[in-house]
T-cell receptor, first 113, second 109 residues
Framework: DGGITQSPKYLFRKEGQNVTLSCEQN?????MYWYRQDPGQGLRLIYY???????QKGDIAEGYSVSREKKESFPLTVTSAQKNPTAFYLC????????????FGDGTRLSIL | KNEVEQSPQNLTAQEGEFITINCSYS?????LHWLQQHPGGGIVSLFM???GKKKHGRLIATINIQEKHSSLHITASHPRDSAVYIC???????????FGKGTKLSVKP
């Protein structure tokens, strides 16, 4: 079955450490997205990519980095510059263009030790 | 300011009740999305609609483009419907979404 796989489900980070969240899809979607979810807030866009080797910053990109070397993969790195990284992170994918339904992974919950 | 507003924020219902969740937005759109977030965190897309009404099982979504308002209805609610329901509007030409804060629904047996 096609879908999106995020790993790990839970992740712990020490102060000053970079961590990478994995997102893989086998839906043959060109577009991929990373969102952050905090309690009481709507999902906020971190980065998105419409095509391989290209990506754009979303509303809250500071302290994060991404790469899109393959169509299937869109890893997110939470750098030590992100001062408040504790959150739930969701990856999504869709066909390119407006008004396309997005398919979501099950999320990664990141906590600071 | 969040451009997508949902009400209510929290909703508790008894099994079998008819449920309505509302969503309003401030700019013209071509489509609105309804999503369901399970207690474990995973999100499923329920509907994408640009006019009129769509129905899937016990779920019905309606939209009034002129009034910038959409509703999600659940008929004969069941405890397994307990989840957070999120509406989102499209932004720009690249498929990005602006999300509401969600409505947390709890259906009691």
């Amino acid at each position: 079955d096609g879908g999106i796989t995020q790993s790990p489900k839970y992740l712990f980070r020490k102060e000053g450490q970079n961590v990478t969240l994995s997102c893989e899809q086998n839906l043959n979607h060109d577009a991929m997205y990373w969102y952050r979810q905090d309690p009481g807030q709507g999902l906020r866009l971190i980065y998105y990519s419409q095509i391989v080797n290209d990506f754009q910053k979303g509303d809250i990109a500071e302290g994060y980095s991404v790469s899109r070397e393959k169509k299937e993969s869109f890893p997110l790195t939470v750098t030590s510059a992100q001062k408040n990284p504790t959150a739930f992170y969701l990856c999504a994918s869709s066909l390119r263009g407006p008004d396309q339904p997005q398919h979501f992974g099950d999320g990664t919950r990141l906590s600071i030790l | 300011k969040n451009e997508v507003e949902q009400s209510p924020q929290n909703l508790t219902a008894q099994e079998g009740e008819f449920i309505t969740i509302n969503c309003s937005y401030s700019v013209g759109i071509s489509a609105l999305h309804w999503l369901q977030q399970h207690p474990g965190g995973g999100i499923v897309s329920l509907f994408m609609l640009s006019s009129g009404k769509k129905k899937h099982g016990r779920l019905i979504a309606t939209i009034n483009i002129q009034e910038k308002h959409s509703s999600l209805h659940i008929t004969a609610s069941h405890p397994r419907d307990s989840a957070v329901y999120i509406c989102a509007r499209g932004e720009g030409s690249q498929g990005n979404l602006i999300f509401g804060k969600g409505t947390k629904l709890s259906v009691k047996p």
